[in-house]
T-cell receptor, first 111, second 112 residues
Framework: KQEVTQIPAALSVPEGENLVLNCSFT??????LQWFRQDPGKGLTSLLL?????REQTSGRLNASLDKSSGRSTLYIAASQPGDSATYLC??????????FGTGTSLTVIP | DTEVTQTPKHLVMGMTNKKSLKCEQH?????MYWYKQKAKKPPELMFV???????INESVPSRFSPECPNSSLLNLHLHALQPEDSALYLC???????????FGPGTRLLVL
């Protein structure tokens, strides 16, 4: 079974700092990897989707990379803002509509 | 429109009650999902419907019964739940297994 791990579990940074969140997965046979953010008690908001054939995707201040062979993805957030404070989750999809979530990174950006 | 709606937002039920959760999307997606999320944990996949047919049932107890009446609608029928079933229930949809998953806001369920 696919295991997805995110490091660190929690991160606190001052406003304006650039930061990197990590996601690793055990089975490289994936269709895609998706990054989400979740605010407390709320649903998930999709941030970026990287297909297995792609190396990276960018949206505004966010850049996600994928190294499928090594089972790793990173989410880079530039010039962090207090509004970026949330839990960030990565998820990988495999055959048969299977979808596995990582353990999450709780981010706090301090004004 | 990339919206997935879920009703109700909150639900409190006793262990002998029968209730249903509803999820709706109008993006033409053919895959719909139910997830369960406990506090400070990632979502856990419960069921997947693909083209209105149940394709995945992740060993969920029979007190949870999913239903997909049409391509836009997904229900989760609840009966004789236990207090440990209290959680945030999330619905999602995608174009297919390679597409972006879009999530609804969830239903916060409390079983007394």
């Amino acid at each position: 079974k696919q295991e997805v791990t995110q490091i660190p579990a929690a991160l606190s940074v001052p406003e304006g700092e650039n930061l990197v969140l990590n996601c690793s997965f055990t089975d490289s046979a994936i269709y895609n990897l998706q990054w989400f953010r979740q605010d407390p008690g709320k649903g998930l908001t999709s941030l970026l989707l990287i297909q297995s054939s792609q190396r990276e995707q960018t949206s505004g201040r966010l850049n996600a990379s994928l190294d499928k062979s090594s089972g790793r993805s990173t989410l880079y957030i530039a010039a962090s803002q207090p509004g970026d404070s949330a839990t960030y989750l990565c998820a990988v999809s495999g055959t048969g509509n299977q979808f596995y979530f990582g353990t999450g990174t709780s981010l706090t950006v301090i004004p | 429109d990339t919206e997935v709606t879920q009703t109700p937002k909150h639900l409190v039920m006793g262990m002998t009650n029968k209730k249903s959760l509803k999820c709706e999307q109008h993006m033409g997606h053919r895959a719909m999902y139910w997830y369960k999320q406990k506090a400070k944990k990632p979502p856990e996949l419960m069921f997947v419907y693909s083209y209105e047919k149940l394709s995945i049932n992740e060993s969920v107890p029979s007190r949870f019964s999913p239903e997909c009446p049409n391509s836009s609608l997904l229900n989760l029928h609840l009966h004789a739940l236990q207090p440990e079933d209290s959680a945030l229930y999330l619905c999602a949809s995608s174009q297919g297994e390679r597409g972006t998953q879009y999530f609804g806001p969830g239903t916060r369920l409390l079983v007394l």
